[in-house]
């Protein structure tokens, strides 16, 4: 049978969409376990730099002095933040040095790796798919044909790399007060308390609404998408996604080389229960930003 079955996938006249008996139980691996690794450790700091953090930003409020109470007060939230933190940070370091092995094992340049059609710096294509899309919104084209990554996947790439430098830096120098005063003016601590403080309020802002509504709230992917914790996806749905990628892969003959076993039903549900967990913390951070906004800001 085994046999029969390779004779099929062999033949040259074998369908398009890879509908075999084999080919039907498989799915795309789209991320690396480093990568969900990394986006897991991601979102547990980041949920954590959140809690604590807003909890310090918002200290008169009734629900961030219940919350300083389960974190051990507000001395061990500080701590709680600085930690995750560092956590955050070796992620991000992390990440840079598994992009630099990543050049070298696949001997591009770093003009190839930054400017290359599946990396993930804006292009001539986004802009065309950001057009496509208001058009797609308002039926006056077709959904575009999005590649590997998708302008709104960029822009949350990057916008990391500037909540690291900018969020980053001034919490270093409200960390090590004295060392950095050393170097810069004492006036800096007050300026840096309060871009630190209105940015992490930004960006807690942005994730937990804008990137939870395109990465699970849309109807296509409501309530959840757990493609980067899985980091596979049915062909079918891969083939919706990314068309301009599918195409390319087909094309070339690679497609069967990202094709792996789907995870067992346990798995997909702790996935679930992972991301569930993560989504509330969003949702609730955001309610309780909004009330503290409106009924108590100071």
């Known amino acids: 049978m085994e046999d029969k079955e390779e004779k099929i996938l062999e033949t040259e006249e074998r369908p398009v ?22 986006h897991i450790l991601m979102i547990v700091s980041f949920i954590s730099l959140a809690l604590t953090g807003m909890t310090l930003k918002f200290s008169y409020t009734g629900w961030a002095v219940f919350l ?39 001997k591009k340049t770093l003009r190839q790796l930054i400017f ?11 802009v065309k798919d950001i057009i496509g899309t208001l ?11 999005y590649g590997r990554w998708t302008y709104w996947e960029k822009f949350d790439y990057f916008a990391v790399f500037w909540g690291i430098f900018v969020i980053g830096s001034t919490g270093l120098t409200l960390w090590f007060p004295e060392t950095m005063t050393s170097i810069l003016p ?26 939870f509504f395109n990465t699970h709230l849309r109807p296509e992917k409501f309530p959840m998408d757990i493609v980067i914790f899985s980091g596979r996806t049915s062909l079918a749905e891969y083939k919706i996604d990314r068309p301009a990628e599918y195409k390319e892969l087909l094309d070339s003959g690679r497609l069967e080389d990202f094709l792996v076993e789907p995870y067992p039903p346990i798995v997909i549900r702790a996935i679930k229960v992972f991301g569930w967990i993560a989504l509330s913390l969003g949702f609730s951070i955001i309610v309780w930003i909004i009330y503290a906004m409106i009924f108590a800001y100071r």
């Open 17 to 38: 969409e890879l509908h075999t008996i084999k080919k039907e139980k498989l799915q795309f691996q789209r991320f690396t376990r480093l990568n969900r690794v990394l």
């Open 68 to 106: 300083s109470h389960l974190l051990g007060g507000f001395e061990s939230a500080g701590y709680i933040h600085r930690f995750f933190a560092f956590v955050m940070v070796s992620v991000f370091i992390t990440h840079l040095i598994d992009l630099f092995k990543m050049k070298r094992r696949e």
């Open 116 to 126: 290359s059609p599946d990396s993930m710096m804006f292009n001539k294509k986004d």
């Open 135 to 145: 058009k797609w919104f308002i039926g006056m084209g077709e959904r575009p044909h």
């Open 186 to 211: 004492g006036w800096f601590i007050n300026v840096a308390t309060i871009i630190h403080s209105d940015e992490a309020l930004l960006a807690t802002g942005f994730i937990f609404t804008v990137h």
